[in-house]
C-alpha cells in the first residue's frame, strides 16, 4: 500500500487545516487508518485513528475536540480535519494503514506508512 499525505502548511492558532492522505490500494476499506505526528525534537506521537469503515474513532487526548478523522472509501481517502489549531501542534504529519479491524494506536500496529506532511502553526 502506498500511502501519499497532503494539505498540511502553515496558519495561525486558531486556524484550521484538512490533512488528506490517498491510498494506492484497492482494497482500502481493509485497512485501519491512522495519523501520528512528530515535532522536532520529539518522538512520534498518536494523533488518532479510524477503523476499516469509519465507525471507531480514538483521538489522542490533547487533540480530542478539536481534530476529526474521517474516510471516504469510495476515494480510497482518509481525511484529518484540524480546528483550533495550537502552536504546539507543529509537526510533521503521518498518516499510517493497518490491516485489520480495530483502531491501532502504536506505531508498531501500523504496516504502511506515507511521507509526511508539514504543519505549522504560529502565535
Known amino acids: 500500500v502506498q500511502l501519499q499525505a497532503s494539505g498540511g502548511g502553515s496558519v495561525q492558532a486558531g486556524g484550521s487545516l484538512r490533512l488528506s492522505c490517498a491510498a494506492s490500494?484497492?482494497?482500502?476499506?481493509?485497512?485501519?487508518m491512522g495519523w501520528f505526528r512528530q515535532a522536532p525534537g520529539k518522538e512520534r506521537e498518536f494523533v488518532g485513528g479510524?477503523?476499516?469503515?469509519?465507525?471507531?474513532?480514538l483521538y489522542a487526548d490533547s487533540v480530542k475536540g478539536r481534530f476529526t478523522i474521517f474516510r471516504e472509501n469510495a476515494e480510497n481517502t482518509v481525511y484529518l480535519q484540524m480546528n483550533s489549531l495550537k502552536p504546539e501542534d507543529t509537526a510533521v504529519y503521518y498518516c499510517?494503514?493497518?490491516?485489520?479491524?480495530?483502531?491501532?494506536?502504536?506505531?508498531?500496529?501500523?504496516?504502511?506508512w506515507g511521507q509526511g506532511t508539514q504543519v505549522t502553526v504560529s502565535s
Open positions: 499510517a494503514a493497518r490491516y485489520g479491524v480495530r483502531v491501532g494506536v502504536k506505531e508498531d500496529e501500523y504496516d504502511y
Open positions: 479510524i477503523n476499516w469503515s469509519g465507525g471507531s474513532t
Open positions: 490500494e484497492r482494497t482500502f476499506s481493509s485497512y485501519g
